[in-house]
């Protein structure tokens, strides 16, 4: 059952933003499952918290997948809504993602650049060999940021920001994220998630222009902690 105490899970919030650490499971905006979604779960719990007679404005700036976990922008006015899309077209939010794969990647760091292609029938990304024009450049660079007896961990830094890109990249070189089925992981996590979390996001405020930095705490009572990364 997804956690919807949202109120623990702010990592920032300001008159124009607010950025929430995402559960595996959870849905960004409404998809053909009619399950509710964190942006309706962030509007009712504003609305109460602050007692607000009115609607209340829950922009959605950027998506992770569903069995995705971490932070998750969203704006609060659509002043910044703009300016956060802008800011994403313009590669102007920097993501850094962590992922637990069962099998070491052939190189301890590497740029993995590959043309994605999408097939929206069954929801999925594949790598395209030959030029095609509905093909897209994905590129993110990786390293090997820890080890366990059974598992590795992957540090991601997004450079691109294209359908299932870590998930479908690290298949291709024979890394996929602990619990993907999708992409060729063997058994599914007890959560229904994925190993995959968005850890770092930093970039300047769309109206303020302060410095943000945000670190979204890891899930609990997983595999993450065998890795001792600081929380």
């Known amino acids: 059952m997804i956690d919807n105490n949202i109120g623990n899970r702010i990592l920032h919030e300001d008159n124009h933003i607010i950025i929430v650490n995402k559960c595996a499971g959870e849905i960004i905006q409404t998809d053909k499952t009619g399950d509710i979604t964190l942006s309706e779960v962030l509007k009712q719990y504003i609305k109460i918290r602050d007692s607000k007679p009115g609607n209340v404005f829950i922009g959605v700036a950027h998506r992770l997948d569903r069995p995705v976990s971490g932070a998750v922008i969203f704006a609060k006015t659509s002043k910044s809504l703009a300016r956060l899309n802008n800011m994403f077209k313009q590669g102007n939010i920097h993501k850094t993602y962590y992922a637990i794969v069962k099998n070491k990647p052939k190189f301890e760091e590497d740029t993995l650049i590959h043309n994605l292609i999408r097939n ?13 024009n509905s093909a897209k450049q994905a590129r993110l660079r990786y390293k090997l940021a ?6 590795f961990l992957i540090e991601i830094e997004l450079m691109t920001g294209r359908h299932h890109q870590i998930r479908c990249q690290l298949a291709a070189i024979g890394c996929p994220i602990k619990g993907d089925l999708k992409y060729g992981y063997q058994r599914s996590n007890s959560n229904g998630g994925i190993s995959l979390h968005a850890r770092k996001i930093e970039f300047i405020h769309p109206v303020n222009n302060n410095q943000i930095k945000i670190t979204a705490p890891f899930p609990e009572n997983d595999l993450w902690d065998c890795f001792y990364v600081k929380k």
């Open 120 to 132: 929206e029938k069954i929801n999925k990304s594949f790598i395209c060999e030959k030029p095609l």
């Open 146 to 151: 820890g080890q366990s007896n059974t598992y």
